[in-house]
């Protein structure tokens, strides 16, 4: 067989890792040196990491996360009441695990949100399927899966994420049936799978979330007592967002 005709056949196949290995590998000396297990290695290698890496991404978008975020480059200045050691714990995932969840708290600003998709996509990076809702978003999108009959299976998908994040909680106050729906959610996830909340209000304060009360205690019942509370201080992390002209600017207004 030719080297054209390999070519042609793995990229008929869809195997365009071992493609680029191979037209990379035939121009490299030191390639034909190596033994017929090493040069298979490398190209089989090539075609896992692309595959891999595709996964990766495919699983970041089906998210739905609304910024990139790294915990790379999570801030750990000392106003910020972050912990280092503990978002490291929470590197090694195995909250998602344990099916633990995580409460993140704090004003605006304070890298709430960041944080939580930070953790999200960590998660993805690891092999496991994670959805990104504002909770008004999720409300929404539960209202329109009812009006076109698809209500059931997507609180099956809901169930099945390994985690979900509500980001935004406590924006308004959910009424009887927004409030039993998402107490629902969370049920159908108590000892299975792993929830993030968000929300620029302390926990002491939800049960003013939900107008019935008793779904108010059943949440926090099924909520906090399996997660680790993280709150956030400093100040409002987007300022350093602005330009230096626009910062500029404002000082000069304020003087």
């Given amino acids: ?20 290995a191979y037209r990379e590998l035939c121009d490299d000396p030191l390639w034909r040196e190596m ?23 495919l699983r970041i978008k089906e998210a739905g996360f609304k910024e990139q975020a790294r915990l790379s480059e999570i801030l750990y200045t000392p106003d910020r009441n972050l912990n280092r050691e503990l978002i490291e714990r929470f590197s090694q995932l195995r909250w998602i695990k344990n099916h633990e969840n995580i409460i993140i708290t704090g004003a605006t600003g304070t890298g709430k949100s960041y944080l939580a998709q930070a953790l999200g996509e960590h998660a993805c990076r690891h092999g496991y399927r994670v959805k990104y809702y504002r909770l008004p978003d999720l409300l929404c999108e539960l209202n329109v899966k009812k009006q076109v009959n698809q209500y059931i299976p997507f609180r ?5 994420t390994d985690v979900l994040i509500l980001d935004d909680w406590g924006m308004a106050i959910l009424d009887k049936l927004s409030g039993h729906e998402i107490g629902e959610i969370i049920e159908d996830r108590l000892h299975k799978k792993s929830v993030i909340v968000v929300s620029q209000f302390p926990i002491g304060t939800w049960d003013r979330v939900f107008e019935d009360k008793t779904t108010a205690d ?38």
């Fill in 1 to 20: 067989m030719t080297y054209a005709q390999t070519l042609n056949q793995l990229s008929e196949l869809h195997l365009k890792g071992m493609v680029e």
């Fill in 35 to 57: 033994s017929f297990d090493d040069r298979l290695a490398q190209m089989v290698n090539r075609e896992y990491d692309r595959r891999l890496n595709n996964r990766i991404r």
């Fill in 156 to 160: 099956r998908l809901l169930a099945k």
């Fill in 218 to 255: 059943a949440v926090m019942d099924r909520l906090v007592h399996v997660a680790y509370p993280l709150g956030l201080g400093g100040p409002s992390l987007r300022q350093q967002a602005a330009s230096d002209e626009l910062r500029a600017f404002k000082n000069d207004v304020v003087e």
